[in-house]
């Protein structure tokens, strides 16, 4: 997960302490008497300050992924929830207060050497410090937030996608279950309560990755707020095509019609290839509608395997992927 290497974000005060006790501290047993020492203490002080602050700022800017290069799924997902422009903002005054106390400190050395009361420029420069720090106090709290929204994120890959829609109960989780080889795993998303399923699929050496997004894709567009539309819309920005489900039997609890005209208005909203599949065909009351050409049931596992093949014949053609061979011996 792209965002999974950002560590916790200090605040201002958290910095400054850190980076001030520590100065203070390399002068701990240190004997200072005579001009002289005097100097290099206050410069070892201020060095020991500076480091640390221009460091710690650099790295938390490192953290994060180029907002240039990230997936559009994640790319939009961040812009909803944080705001890319402002988080980007964040960022560069991050970088900026990092590199502005690197300079200020090399001039303050220049100060303090040499200088009768060296404590005097290096108070000062200590002054400086923590009021750029301050300065950008803002954007750390912003970094701080967007880093505990963005790590909870779940982990969706680059690789062909299957889409799971339909309404509640139609069978949508079972099918995920059904076609994934290891047990499909549970992510928080931001937008619904319920947790989203992602389960992998391997066929000829290619990964195939099935997502359920209950509370997403499982009722008419019209009651959904601006939110969760955005959420939807991210989702059109995988490389992805979709399967609705319906429940002809409607032991779902919705009638047939209003399933399949949720069916067709996923259709039209998401303008990339779909499918439409009639789930629980071992049920007394299932009946296939007429337009319907894919029957399936995931409790007896009936035409999922045909169902399959067609989703993947579908889905944008990529190159297997080989285990790598390991290199050759030098003895060999
Ligand atoms: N008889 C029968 N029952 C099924 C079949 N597929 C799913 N079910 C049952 O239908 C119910 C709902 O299945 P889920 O897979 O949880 O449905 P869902 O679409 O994920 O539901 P939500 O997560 O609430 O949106 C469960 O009790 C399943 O056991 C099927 O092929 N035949
Ligand atoms: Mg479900």
Not at 122 to 141: H, T, Y
Not at 145 to 153: C, F, G, S, V
Not at 283 to 305: L, N, W
Request: charged content about 30%.
């Amino acid at each position: 997960m792209i965002f999974e290497k950002i560590k916790t974000i200090p605040t201002s005060e958290e910095l400054l302490d850190k980076a001030f006790s520590r100065s203070v501290r390399t002068m701990a047993g240190k004997t200072i008497d005579g001009p002289t020492t005097r100097c290099e203490a206050n410069e070892a002080m201020l060095l020991t300050a500076a480091n640390i602050l221009s460091d710690n700022l650099k790295s938390i800017n490192k953290m994060f992924p180029s907002f240039d290069q990230i997936s559009p799924f994640y790319y939009d997902l961040t812009d909803i929830l944080i705001g890319v422009d402002d988080l980007k903002k964040a960022l560069n005054n991050v970088k900026w207060a990092s590199e502005k106390i690197h300079t200020m400190s090399r001039e303050y050395i220049g100060k303090i050497r040499g200088n009768k009361t060296p404590d005097v420029p290096r108070k000062e420069a200590f002054g400086r410090m923590s009021s750029i720090v301050g300065s950008v106090s803002k954007d750390l709290l912003l970094l701080g937030e967007a880093r505990n929204i963005l790590r909870k994120l779940p982990d969706v890959r680059e690789e062909p996608t299957i889409i799971v829609a339909g309404y509640p109960n139609v069978g949508k989780s079972s099918f995920v279950t059904a076609v994934t080889n290891a047990t499909p795993e549970v992510a928080s998303y931001p937008f619904t309560t319920k947790g989203i399923l992602i389960g992998h699929m391997e066929k000829n050496n290619i990964r195939y990755q099935i997502i359920d997004t209950p509370g997403l894709l499982d009722r008419p567009m019209s009651e959904r707020n601006e939110i969760e539309l955005q959420a939807i819309t991210a989702l059109r920005r995988l490389d992805a095509i979709v399967l609705i489900l319906i429940d002809p039997s409607e032991s779902c609890g919705y009638d047939l019609t209003a399933q399949l005209k949720l069916a067709h208005e996923i259709q039209d909203q998401f303008a990339i290839p779909s499918i439409i599949a009639a789930n629980k065909s071992d049920r007394d009351e299932f009946k296939k509608p007429d337009e319907i050409e894919y029957v399936i049931s995931t409790m007896t596992g009936e035409g999922i395997d045909v169902l399959t093949e067609k989703l993947i014949e579908m889905l944008p053609k990529v190159e297997p992927k080989f285990e790598e061979m390991p290199p050759l011996r030098d003895d060999f």
